[in-house]
């Protein structure tokens, strides 16, 4: 069975660029959550959404938007990138969403370097 | 905010002793996670505790859920060189949909 997987694994851009980071949960999974994972740090929540809606968002700005389409996969979406962007971004997919289960399985993640 | 403390952020170890790694909070969690994460992939669930006092084994790995929700340990008993990697405690806050992971503990087993 295949895992969560996410594209692309490496990518490069400039500040003031925007990009599109893409997951496709594991099979019969509903709910997809994204973080992002600066070096040395744990994931820090960005957001979770089930059934196409948005159900939890974290302390992120407005540059960053996701969202979920009808089979499950969704995109990340982060507009106008700062240095501080760099980061590995994390999808991680449920069955259900919180509260019903907790318990994530991440994918590989895509590496984001802004230079 | 509700921050997860997790200590000690790294163990140098021999093969075959074992280890203690926990987190801590001053907020209330309804649900601890543990995730092991080796370079370059995403974190692995290893065991997920859901009431105040459980005690949850996997293999070698051995978590439990404080009495107070705000805590929690995992243990790892006779380590091998497999067990490196970075281990990670999650919470799920009481009325929060969101994650807080903590900022892992990095194991190194010498062989």
């Known amino acids: 069975d295949a895992g969560v997987t996410q594209s692309p694994t490496h990518l490069i851009k400039t500040r003031g660029q925007h990009v599109t980071l893409r997951c496709s949960p594991i099979?019969?999974?509903?709910?997809v959550s994204w973080y992002q994972q600066v070096l040395g740090q744990g994931p820090q929540f960005i957001f979770q959404?089930?059934?196409?809606?948005?159900?939890g968002r974290g302390n992120f700005p407005d540059r960053f938007s996701a969202r979920q389409f009808p089979n499950y996969s969704s995109e990340l979406n982060v507009n106008a990138l700062l240095l501080g962007d760099s980061a590995l971004y994390l999808c991680?997919?449920?069955?259900?969403?919180?509260?019903?289960?907790?318990?994530?399985?991440f994918g590989p993640g895509t590496r984001l370097t802004v230079t | 905010g509700q921050q997860l403390n997790q200590s000690p952020q790294s163990m140098f170890i021999q093969e075959g002793e074992d280890v203690s790694m926990n987190c801590t909070s001053s907020?209330?969690?309804?649900?601890w996670l543990w995730y092991k994460q080796d370079p370059g992939e995403g974190p692995v669930l290893l065991i997920a505790?859901?009431?105040?006092?459980e005690l949850t084994s996997n293999g070698r790995l051995t978590a439990q859920f404080g009495i107070t929700r705000k805590d929690s340990f995992l243990n790892i008993s006779a380590s091998i060189p497999s067990d490196v990697g970075i281990y990670f405690c999650?919470?799920?806050?009481?009325?929060?949909?969101?994650?807080?992971f903590g900022a892992g503990t990095r194991l190194t087993v010498k062989p």
């Open positions: 959404y089930y059934e196409k809606e948005e159900r």
């Open positions: 099979s019969g999974h509903k709910s």
């Open positions: 907020s209330i969690f309804n649900t």
């Open positions: 505790l859901y009431k105040a006092g």
């Open positions: 999650a919470g799920q806050l009481r009325n929060n949909n969101d994650m807080r």
């Open positions: 991680a997919s449920s069955l259900e969403p919180p509260p019903l289960t907790y318990e994530q399985y």
